[in-house]
């Protein structure tokens, strides 16, 4: 199976981003949108395992928690954490982890974004 592209892949991700958006009530995203709406999410995808159908794949995903304060972003980090904890609920998803977590400052527009890199073991 594809993987990275148009493949399962992207239906992880897909997957992945509505369920942090029904947790969080806050906006998701693949890409931090022109305009930035007061608090929101962006879920990446950065590399994972090709298998044959009906086998385990792995996936490595960046998750960003964006806002304009630090108390903000860490607040929605933690609602964040909890969606991406109950993410072996959804269907397929056999596993899911957050590997590691760090907060930094979007150089450009100085926001505060709290990243967490999630790894996800799911059937093909």
Do not use: H, N
């Not at 509505?18 to 947790?23: L, M, P, V």
């Not at 962006?42 to 995903?61: C, K």
């Not at 907060?103 to 790894?119: E, H, K, L």
């Amino acid at each position: 199976g594809a993987v990275g592209g148009k493949g399962l892949a992207m239906d992880v991700e897909q997957a992945l981003r509505r369920r942090i958006e029904a947790e969080t009530g806050e906006p998701a995203y693949f890409e931090a949108p022109a305009d930035f709406p007061a608090r929101f999410c962006t879920v990446g995808f950065a590399g994972g395992s090709e298998s044959e159908r009906g086998t385990l794949a792995s996936a490595l995903m960046p998750v960003k928690c964006w806002a304009r304060t630090r108390p903000e972003a860490r607040a929605l980090y933690d609602a964040a954490r909890g969606a991406v904890e109950s993410f072996p609920d959804e269907g397929d998803v056999t596993a899911c982890r957050v590997e590691s977590a760090f907060r930094d400052r979007d150089p450009d527009s100085g926001w505060v974004r709290y990243q967490m890199t999630v790894s996800v073991e799911y059937m093909q």
